[in-house]
């Protein structure tokens, strides 16, 4: 049997460094959108399909815009 360790996953700090948003923000979509997530070791993974298709969503919105 091969371990190799957790899945690949985003963790807050990955997120916010992508999409340059603050943590707080990224706990909150969490929450709303209902991201899977997992925790190994202590440290919280979101799956990488939620976290893109929220900001890919929000991105497409008129009024979220980036300026």
Same mark, same amino acid.
């Given at each position: 049997?091969?371990?190799?360790?957790? +899945? +690949?996953?985003?963790? $807050?700090?990955? *997120? +916010? +460094?992508?999409? /340059? $948003?603050? /943590?707080?923000? *990224?706990?909150?979509?969490?929450?709303?959108?209902r991201?899977?997530?997992? %925790?190994?070791?202590? =440290? %919280?993974?979101?799956?990488?399909?939620? $976290? %893109?298709?929220?900001?890919?969503d929000?991105?497409?919105?008129?009024? =979220?815009?980036?300026?």
């Amino acid at each position: 049997m091969n371990s190799q360790g957790p +899945a +690949a996953g985003l963790t $807050v700090n990955d *997120i +916010a +460094a992508l999409w /340059k $948003v603050p /943590k707080g923000t *990224i706990y909150r979509y969490a929450h709303t959108y209902r991201w899977r997530r997992y %925790t190994d070791t202590g =440290r %919280t993974y979101y799956h990488p399909d939620d $976290v %893109t298709t929220t900001f890919d969503d929000l991105n497409d919105r008129p009024d =979220r815009g980036r300026s």
